[in-house]
C-alpha cells in the first residue's frame, strides 16, 4: 500500500525546493515507511526571467510542466506556495491540500534604512508585484519603484549590488530560506496587503487519486484552509487569472473570519478596499461578497482597464 514512493514535480529554485523538501518530510514523518522521491524540472517561467511577469503571461507559467508531468503519471503530486497558484486547474487536477500558513506579511529589506516612511525622497524601492507596487506609490507617491525579478537570492544581490534603496519580499520566503535577519521590518497590513495565499504551502494531485489523497490529509491545517479559500473566492470573483494590483488579509476570532482586501491602479492613483466579517463556515460567501462590493465601490473601473491594456 505505502511501498510505491509518493513523486514530488518541484521548480528548482531555493524557495521551491524547501517547500517540496517540507512535505516530504512531513508525509515521511506522518506515514512511517513511506517513501518520497522529488522530481526536479524546469518550468518557463524558471527560462523566461528578465522580462516582467504581468507581460509574459503570468503566474500560470511555472506550474504548467509540473501539472504536465502529474497528468503523465510521471509525478503524483505538486506543492506550491498558495499565491503563486492560478484560479483554474487542468481537468483532472484540483488542489487538495492546504498546510498551516507561515507569515503572510510582506517584508521590508534595505540595507540603510529601517522602513518605508525612513526612505528618503526619491530613494529607489524594487519590486515586479504590482500589488507592492501600487501600495507603495500611495504610501509614498516620491519614491522610484523599479522592477525587480528573480528568486530571493538574485533579488537580495539586486539590493546589495546598490541597485535599489530597498526591496519588498515575502516574509515567509526569507524565514524558510533562514534569511530572518535580512527583514528590517515587518509590514502591516495597515501599509501594505498581502497577496492573497501568501505564505501558505498548497498540495497538487490528480483528483482520482485516492490513495495519495488520503495520505495527504493529515498535512491539511483547518484554520489557514478556511484563511485561503475565503481570500480565493475574493480574488476568482474580481479576475480570471491575470495579474492585478490585489491585495487581501483574512484572520480568524474564535468562530469568525475577518477579510480585508483592496484593489488598486498600479500606479497607486486610486486604491479601493473594504472588509467583511462572518462566520467560519461561510468563509467562501463571504470573499465573493466582499470582492461584490469592492466591484461596485470602483473596483470594475479599474479592472476592465486593466484587462483591456493586456490585449
Ligand atoms: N512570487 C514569488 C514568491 N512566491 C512565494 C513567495 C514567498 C513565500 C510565500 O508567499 O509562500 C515568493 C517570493 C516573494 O514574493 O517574495
Redesign the pocket.
Given at each position: 500500500m505505502t511501498s510505491t514512493p509518493v513523486r514530488i514535480a518541484t521548480r528548482q529554485s531555493p524557495?521551491a525546493l524547501w517547500q517540496a523538501e517540507f512535505v516530504k518530510a512531513a508525509l515521511e514523518e506522518t506515514h512511517p515507511g513511506l517513501t518520497v522521491e522529488l522530481v526536479p524540472m524546469v518550468t518557463k517561467g524558471d527560462i523566461i526571467l528578465d522580462t516582467p511577469l504581468a507581460k509574459v503571461g503570468g503566474k500560470g507559467l511555472f506550474v504548467k510542466e509540473l501539472e504536465q508531468a502529474m497528468l503523465d503519471g510521471r509525478a503524483d503530486i505538486a506543492v506550491h506556495?498558495?499565491?503563486?497558484v492560478p484560479v483554474e486547474f487542468p481537468e483532472g487536477l484540483g488542489l487538495v491540500t492546504i498546510c498551516e500558513r507561515?507569515d503572510p506579511r510582506d517584508a521590508f529589506v534595505s540595507n540603510n534604512y529601517e522602513s518605508i516612511n525612513a526612505l528618503p525622497e526619491g530613494a529607489v524601492v524594487g519590486t515586479s508585484?504590482l500589488r507592492r507596487q501600487c501600495q507603495v506609490r500611495a504610501m509614498r507617491p516620491d519614491l522610484v519603484v523599479k522592477d525587480l525579478r528573480g528568486n530571493?537570492g538574485t533579488r537580495l544581490g539586486k539590493l546589495d549590488n546598490g541597485e535599489y534603496d530597498a526591496i519588498i519580499?515575502?516574509s515567509?520566503?526569507l524565514k524558510?530560506l533562514n534569511l530572518h535577519d535580512r527583514i528590517r521590518n515587518e509590514i502591516e497590513p495597515e501599509e501594505i496587503l498581502p497577496?492573497v495565499g501568501?505564505?501558505?504551502?498548497g498540495i497538487e494531485c490528480r483528483l482520482d487519486d485516492e490513495r495519495v489523497r488520503a495520505l495527504l490529509e493529515p498535512l491539511a491545517d483547518a484554520n489557514t484552509t478556511y484563511r485561503v479559500l475565503c481570500e480565493r473566492a475574493m480574488n476568482n470573483r474580481l479576475m480570471g487569472g491575470c495579474q492585478v494590483p490585489i491585495g487581501s488579509y483574512s484572520e480568524i476570532h474564535g468562530d469568525q473570519i475577518h477579510l480585508r482586501a483592496l484593489v488598486g491602479e498600479p500606479d497607486g492613483s486610486k486604491i479601493v478596499s473594504g472588509e467583511v466579517t462572518g462566520p467560519l463556515e461561510k468563509a467562501e460567501e463571504l470573499g465573493t461578497g466582499l470582492a461584490e462590493q469592492l466591484l461596485e465601490d470602483g473596483a470594475r473601473v479599474i479592472l476592465e482597464k486593466l484587462y483591456q491594456d493586456e490585449v
Open positions: 524557495l506556495s498558495m499565491k503563486d507561515e508585484s530571493v519580499l515575502a515567509a520566503g524558510r497577496a501568501q505564505g501558505a504551502v
